[in-house]
């Protein structure tokens, strides 16, 4: 696949994909561009899974570092440039959470959910979205609320969240799912 000539890579005109497109060609400043776009929501994220500012601030930095180098494997019909960096920030963040546990690798695992990049088709990118977002979000039953933050921002299995919350998994599970289709219809009949 032959590459473009290079432009100017701030230009308010590339697309997320087509940045990740010219960093996996060895574009190396396309990374500052997309820095700028999501690296508020990147350290939101990684500050509340892991409570820490500095390690926030080193995570965020890892999840470009591991985008240079992962960027050739970015595929866009498996959601966006967004979804793909929240999800190497989630990964990292609950790795970096699991290393905390003293030696002993804490027991957090991945959520057994369906693959948020994958079905995701809305990113959050204005104050006025994301606090829509956060109103869907507790607006929901409590239960569902609870084991949504649980899932996404902790980083417990539903085993594990049924056990903290004292359900059976099946209902943490439905629960789970219940949440996400609720506010991803939300999202969609805002747009």
């Not at 999840?63 to 959601?79: I, K, S, W, Y």
Request: charged share 25%; glycine share 4%; proline share 4%.
């Amino acid at each position: 696949m032959a590459t473009e000539p290079v432009t100017d890579t701030t230009s308010s005109t590339l697309t997320d994909a087509r940045l990740v497109q010219r960093l996996a060609a060895g574009e190396v400043s396309s990374v500052t561009t997309l820095y700028d776009a999501h690296a508020t929501s990147l350290f939101s994220l990684a500050q509340h899974i892991v409570d820490d500012q500095r390690d926030a601030e080193d995570i965020v930095e890892n999840v470009f570092r591991q985008a240079r180098t992962e960027a050739n494997r970015f595929d866009p019909a498996r959601g966006s440039v967004g979804s793909w960096l929240l999800l190497i920030t989630r990964r990292l963040a609950i790795e970096h959470v699991r290393s905390r546990g003293g030696g002993q690798e804490a027991d957090v695992a991945t959520v057994q959910l369906p693959d948020p990049a994958r079905r995701q088709q809305f990113e959050v990118q204005t104050t006025d979205e994301a606090d829509h977002l956060r109103n869907a979000l507790v607006s929901l039953p409590r239960l569902q609320c609870i084991a949504v933050e649980l899932a996404y921002f902790e980083g417990l299995s539903p085993s594990q969240i049924a056990e903290r919350l004292e359900h059976p998994v099946e209902v943490i599970r439905d629960n789970v799912r219940l949440a996400l289709h609720a506010l991803r219809a939300s999202l969609e009949a805002r747009k």
